[in-house]
């Protein structure tokens, strides 16, 4: 029993190693003093400061931030409308069509998603750039912001909303007085899902973009090309952190949602 629970607790280090130790040594090198990424010349907090005054990356960190609210924003709004009605209404015409359409961003490859919103923009005559990017980060986020508010609108005691409509308040003051602050942190969790895919995404980003509207992840892929620095390492290090941190919150505030369910 001893020597299968070593070999689970081998195999589970390894897959670890394997998945996080190439992300600890790109943090590593960000603090390397030396400008060869290969080779250790001692701690440095140097290219983060060279990072700060790299007009070209900071302008691309503005607009991947802007663009993330903004699609997050959106994608938790429709998210959470589309959730609602696949929750409250088990049966209308049309229901699994409904569903199909907002699922599918999900196991459809983002090669396919990019290349479809693309040809939409062409066909459609849209001039391509900050907001095309918002609509492709926003229809890809929406799916995944559904599934976090229906899986807390699965368990909501629906006795609630029927008293807040006994005691005379309309559909609206309901949802807005009962409804929403119950499932706040589902919605919360949502739109930190959704910001996380927006800021990190470059496939996507790179079909429906334009001149002038260069997202992070596309700059630092362009600069890769040309060969890895210590000052990419830096913006890597900040991209990790920010997605980590966003990763955390919603997962806690999951947590505590099903927690207060219960």
């Known amino acids: 029993?001893?020597?299968?629970?070593?070999?689970?607790?081998?195999?589970?280090?390894?897959?670890?190693?394997?998945?996080?130790?190439?992300?600890?040594?790109?943090?590593?090198?960000?603090?390397?003093?030396?400008?060869?990424?290969?080779?250790?010349?001692?701690?440095?907090?140097?290219?983060?400061?060279?990072?700060?005054?790299?007009?070209?990356?900071?302008?691309?960190?503005?607009?991947?931030?802007?663009?993330?609210?903004?699609?997050?924003?959106?994608?938790?709004?429709?998210?959470?409308?589309?959730?609602?009605?696949l929750a409250r209404?088990?049966?209308?015409?049309?229901?699994?069509?409904?569903?199909?359409?907002?699922?599918?961003?999900?196991?459809?490859?983002?090669?396919?998603?990019?290349?479809?919103l693309l040809l939409l923009f062409v066909a459609g005559d849209v001039e391509r750039g900050y907001w095309t990017v918002v609509i492709a980060h926003a229809t890809f986020s929406l799916g995944f912001a559904c599934i976090v508010v229906q899986a807390r609108l699965a368990g909501f005691d629906r006795s609630l909303e029927e008293a807040a409509r006994d005691l005379g308040a309309t559909p609206t003051e309901t949802f807005r007085t009962v409804t929403l602050p119950l499932i706040w942190p589902a919605v919360a969790a949502a739109w930190m899902l959704a910001f996380t895919l927006s800021l990190d995404d470059l496939v996507i980003a790179s079909f429906t973009t334009g001149p002038g509207a260069t997202t992070l992840p596309m700059r630092l892929y362009s600069?890769?090309?040309?060969?890895?620095?210590?000052?990419?390492?830096?913006?890597?290090?900040?991209?990790?952190?920010?997605?980590?941190?966003?990763?955390?919150?919603?997962?806690?505030?999951?947590?505590?949602?099903?927690l207060a369910g219960r």
């Open 1 to 85: 029993m001893r020597r299968f629970g070593a070999l689970h607790l081998a195999a589970l280090v390894a897959g670890f190693a394997f998945l996080y130790l190439p992300i600890v040594a790109l943090i590593a090198y960000s603090f390397n003093a030396s400008r060869l990424v290969t080779v250790w010349g001692g701690f440095s907090t140097h290219w983060y400061g060279a990072l700060l005054r790299n007009e070209p990356l900071l302008d691309a960190a503005w607009l991947t931030i802007r663009v993330a609210l903004v699609s997050a924003t959106l994608a938790t709004v429709l998210g959470t409308l589309a959730a609602l009605a």
């Open 89 to 116: 209404y088990r049966v209308f015409a049309g229901r699994m069509l409904f569903s199909g359409m907002v699922m599918a961003p999900l196991v459809m490859p983002e090669v396919i998603t990019g290349l479809s």
């Open 223 to 258: 600069a890769i090309r040309l060969g890895v620095t210590p000052e990419i390492n830096a913006a890597c290090t900040i991209m990790i952190a920010a997605v980590a941190v966003a990763v955390i919150g919603a997962s806690l505030l999951m947590k505590r949602d099903a």
